[in-house]
């Protein structure tokens, strides 16, 4: 008995408790914003004022440094956790980009440039008390069985609760409680920014939908046409290689006229209303490489494989809708993922960036136009990016129209903020019914506390982690995976 709790004491005096959220920060700082400025240089647009033949502005790398205090007098020095709370300050690190000019194909002009400023974790990997002893704590006035994983901003401790969503990139069939359709199958294909809901559909006459932005109850099997797979024996094979569903058929005969991938293209425009143009092709292949399954990719290469997955998602509906195979649990934890601190701001991030980059070339436009543009300092302002994020952080307002997401720390008792940082709340509305999301399922065990949540609209809604729960970074290798696949007998074509 004595021995495992020296086991316990030594594992908490390497560990914390809420360990998975201050990873999961430092992962943001440490790749996730650069990752963010990547994504941001490969759509930032080419520039061709009249004055500039061509003008490009490359981002480079992001350096972040630990908190600091500029004070009245202009003087940098750095700040712990303690004076913010008192001087009702943010405790917040600067974010630096270098940044370039590149005209006519030519660097002209690189610096490093003042972006924002970015709230910083208590206790993370750039906070100011990392690696600290006890002693040094002391020092700086902390406690040391203080576990972090909260934010100082105006003063305020702030704690962002961690989301629990259903997991992208999956297909799930369930019944339909409203609309024509017995069976409603659905998909979020998550890419970035992008996360977009495609819903498969199949009226009673057999015929099979697809919704998806734009496109309001499509045939499936035109959507499939201008994608590029346009052979009605090869959807046909796609979808089931024995044949064995008419509903395959009846499908294939409604589109019997699309025999090209225009005339699919063709139809799509006119079913979504899209006027008589001369680049219409060209505005609905657009469409397609950005919102129809973007998880699989955005490049022309991949249509094909869109319309392969496609056909998969309907063959898996079809099996569900005869009840060949059983539906997949959404409220199994497999099917669950969750949101914390970094991929909260890195969502945050990403979408105040993308006003940051459209903020400068507006200013450079506008600069450019009056005859007074003499250098890409003066089009960057910092305060935007660090007004945005410390706002959403101070009043919870997230992106999405999400409210609650950062919260005031409860400090009653070390048990009601240790509670307070292993909050988990679920999107579901809590008005509504959702009996089967409130219910306490078997893969919670370990995982999540089976007592601890509210009486009331949220019971089941808002949990709470289980104490020593850990909660896994995704961390995807990709050619690990494909020499796995090959290894296992799989070809790469």
Not at 11 to 36: A, C, L, P, W
Not at 38 to 52: A, G, K, R
Not at 93 to 114: C, H, Q, T
Request: charged content about 30%.
């Amino acid at each position: 008995m004595y021995r495992y709790k020296d086991v316990i004491k030594n594992y908490f005096e390497k560990h914390s408790f809420v360990e998975s959220n201050i990873k999961s920060f430092n992962n943001f700082m440490d790749r996730g914003i650069q990752k963010i400025i990547d994504e941001t240089q490969q759509v930032l647009p080419t520039i061709i004022p009249s004055e500039v033949s061509e003008f490009k502005i490359k981002l480079g790398k992001i350096e972040v440094e630990r908190p600091q205090i500029v004070e009245s007098d202009g003087s940098k020095r750095k700040v712990f956790p303690i004076e913010a709370r008192i001087r009702k300050l943010t405790y917040s690190a600067p974010v630096y980009l270098n940044v370039s000019a590149i005209i006519d194909g030519v660097e002209r002009e690189s610096f490093k440039a003042l972006i924002g400023k970015i709230p910083i974790m208590v206790k993370s990997k750039y906070c100011n008390l990392n690696g600290l002893s006890n002693e040094k704590l002391m020092e700086h006035y902390e406690d040391s069985n203080d576990p972090g994983g909260y934010f100082i901003l105006n003063g305020n401790e702030r704690v962002l609760i961690i989301v629990e969503d259903l997991v992208s990139n999956k297909f799930f069939v369930e019944k339909s409680k409203v609309g024509p359709s017995p069976f409603v199958g659905r998909v979020y294909s998550e890419k970035g920014s992008y996360r977009i809901p495609h819903v498969i559909e199949q009226m009673k006459t057999g015929s099979i939908y697809l919704t998806v932005t734009r496109f309001n109850r499509v045939s499936a099997i035109a959507m499939i046409k201008a994608l590029g797979l346009v052979k009605d024996e090869d959807i046909a094979r796609f979808i089931s290689e024995d044949n064995q569903y008419d509903d395959v058929f009846i499908n294939l005969y409604e589109n019997v006229e699309i025999k090209t991938q225009d005339d699919a293209i063709e139809f799509l425009a006119k079913k979504i209303g899209m006027a008589q143009q001369e680049d219409r092709k060209k505005r609905i292949l657009e469409m397609f490489d950005k919102y129809v399954l973007p998880h699989i990719g955005s490049s022309k290469e991949m249509r094909m494989f869109k319309a392969y997955n496609l056909c998969k998602y309907i063959k898996r509906f079809l099996m569900v809708s005869k009840e060949e195979i059983k539906q997949e649990a959404k409220d199994h934890y497999m099917n669950k993922r969750l949101k914390l601190s970094g991929d909260l701001l890195e969502d945050l991030f990403r979408v105040n960036m993308a006003s940051l980059i459209q903020d400068m070339l507006y200013n450079f436009q506008r600069l450019v136009k009056r005859g007074k543009f003499q250098s890409i300092k003066i089009i960057i302002r910092d305060q935007l990016l660090t007004s945005r994020i410390k706002s959403a952080m101070a009043t919870g307002s997230w992106i999405g129209g999400r409210k609650g997401v950062s919260q005031n720390m409860d400090r009653t008792n070390y048990l009601a903020t240790l509670s307070h940082l292993q909050r988990v709340v679920s999107l579901l509305s809590s008005t509504q019914e959702n009996f089967e999301a409130r219910a306490l399922h078997p893969t919670h065990f370990g995982r999540l506390c089976p007592i601890e949540t509210p009486e009331g609209t949220p019971i089941g809604l808002r949990k709470n982690l289980a104490m020593l729960a850990r909660i896994s970074e995704e961390d995807v290798n990709e050619d690990k995976i494909k020499k796995q696949l090959e290894v296992s007998g799989l070809k790469n074509v």
